[in-house]
């Protein structure tokens, strides 16, 4: 077991998969009976924004981690190059098979539009549809894949965005963290509301915040890890942080969606991570079993995976019992994600790393 001092976010891994399973459960209004009736799920099921929201909070959290020292001072080309492709190996591949495996459910669209849906599909192959603020471009082919295209800016600009925010004193950061507050919530109190799932929700300009977020929560965590007495703040902090975001879905029908889309969860999902980011207290040991971070590791195929297995499965016969729908949904995209993770997902990514390699070596 890591010690408080060394983050092996072997709990932040296994929530991965926790978080990943509330985009799931939002997404299961989209599963049909034979007669093609939806199914009546409760209303708290529609609330996968956390799930989205945790990721890119995670994203910014885990890279300032990793990358922190590498990118303290400037963003040297190679290193950005190196790193992009550590990134692009990690989530292109099955991004890619996911997005070809999506293509006959859009066969009778190609057929009456083929221009429009190939350039749809070029926008997609490209990660490039989170910036187009319309709903059939940004949630075209595998609708789950728009974080995606959302989360490959952020590591664009992530080299370069580090070294800045680092070098900014205490005193500065908070005002510089006032002002964006204050004309991020003043541009959505102005908004137009035709917008505000294009731009508030889906673009990566605006989601950029929750990746902001992620970076000066790891920054904060370097200030709690000096004081004595951790391991008891951790025992205390975990469980209050699971309350905090329990509270939040809780009450979340009190709060109109434009904040819901991510800034009404920003306080409980920083709070969850910050507290989950130490492998001590009674639950972050639990989640730090091996079991729990396998899942956490197959997660991201499991995020890309169940909105197919929803649409495929309803293209087939299905049972009358919600128990069984949801069983083989959850079930056929496990199957999926773990064949995936060992057969294709890890090859892939060693295969691009070793290619850039050889590149590198021949270049230099």
Request: charge should be positive; proline fraction near 4%; aromatic fraction near 20%.
């Amino acid at each position: 077991m890591a010690s408080n001092n060394v983050a092996s976010l072997n709990t932040l891994t296994s929530l991965r998969f926790v978080f990943a399973f509330f985009v799931f459960l939002s997404h299961l209004t989209l599963v049909e009976f034979p007669e093609g009736k939806g199914l009546n799920l409760p209303a708290v099921f529609s609330e996968g924004f956390i799930g989205v929201s945790f990721f890119f909070i995670l994203s910014g959290f885990i890279l300032t981690h990793v990358y922190r020292e590498q990118f303290s001072n400037s963003a040297e080309m190679k290193s950005v190059k190196s790193f992009l492709t550590k990134r692009f190996a990690r989530i292109y591949p099955l991004y890619l098979l996911t997005m070809v495996l999506s293509i006959p459910l859009y066969a009778t669209n190609f057929v009456d539009d083929p221009l429009r849906y190939a350039g749809i599909f070029g926008f997609d192959m490209a990660m490039l549809q989170s910036i187009i603020p319309i709903e059939i471009v940004y949630f075209s082919f595998n609708s789950p894949g728009w974080s995606i295209s959302t989360e490959f800016f952020f590591y664009f600009i992530f080299p370069f965005f580090l070294p800045l925010v680092l070098k900014v004193n205490l005193r500065n950061a908070l005002l510089v963290i006032a002002f964006v507050l204050l004309a991020y919530f003043s541009l959505v109190a102005i908004f137009p509301s035709n917008l505000h799932h294009s731009q508030l929700y889906i673009s990566p300009i605006f989601r950029v915040l929750d990746f902001f977020i992620g970076i000066i929560l790891y920054l904060l965590r370097s200030y709690i890890l000096p004081f004595d007495r951790t391991d008891k703040l951790i025992q205390i902090m975990q469980p209050l942080s699971i309350l905090m975001l329990a509270l939040f879905i809780i009450f979340h029908s009190q709060v109109d969606y434009v904040y819901r889309y991510a800034s009404y969860y920003w306080l409980p999902m920083s709070f969850v991570i910050l507290s989950f980011s130490f492998d001590s207290g009674v639950l972050g040991r639990i989640l730090a079993g091996r079991v729990f971070v396998y899942f956490g590791e197959i997660s991201f195929g499991f995020y890309l995976f169940h909105w197919l297995v929803i649409k495929y499965l309803n293209l087939a016969s299905y049972s009358n019992s919600l128990s069984v729908n949801i069983a083989l949904v959850f079930g056929i995209t496990c199957v999926l994600s773990i064949v995936s993770y060992e057969l294709y997902e890890k090859r892939c990514r060693r295969m691009i790393n070793e290619i850039f390699s050889v590149k590198k070596s021949l270049e230099s």
